[in-house]
């Protein structure tokens, strides 16, 4: 069965017109819900319950994603900074990370921009940590590119 994805966010009422008229064409859903920023690498959550349950009730798999931009800022210190931690901080992040994802998703998407190529081999060594991690909680680990 092909995937049949779609983006929706809180600040577009479009994207939720248009999924609940489409929701029976698709399989995924994609919604915003954290965002990483500062150089301590806050992690902001914005749930959106109303939409987690709406996914559930209609069986779509639903992926929140986690960026670094905080208004039309992109923060590429905060995911820098994480990328730079031990692997011990970086654990603690994946173990905070993972207790606020709402319990019907199936796993993350991650939209990270802005980042400086000199940390591609940091980056890798992250993401393949953090899908590890996921995995191991029989979660899915996405990525925007």
Aim: hydrophobic letters at 45%; glycine letters at 4%.
């Amino acid at each position: 069965m092909p995937l049949k994805f779609a983006f929706a966010s809180s600040f577009d009422n479009g994207s939720d017109v248009s999924l609940k008229h489409h929701s029976d064409l698709l399989t995924h859903v994609a919604v915003d819900w954290f965002t990483l920023v500062g150089v301590e690498q806050k992690l902001v959550e914005e749930p959106n319950e109303a939409l987690a349950s709406f996914c559930t009730h209609k069986g779509l798999a639903l992926l929140p994603i986690l960026r670094n931009i905080d208004g039309n800022q992109w923060q590429s210190e905060a995911v820098e900074n994480l990328l730079k931690a031990s692997p011990k901080e970086q654990t603690a992040f994946f173990d905070h990370l993972f207790q606020r994802l709402p319990s019907s998703a199936i796993g993350l998407l991650v939209e990270w921009s802005e980042i400086d190529v000199t940390y591609r081999p940091e980056h890798t060594r992250f993401l393949t940590a953090l899908a590890a991690y996921l995995h191991d909680h029989h979660r899915e680990l996405w990525i925007t590119i």
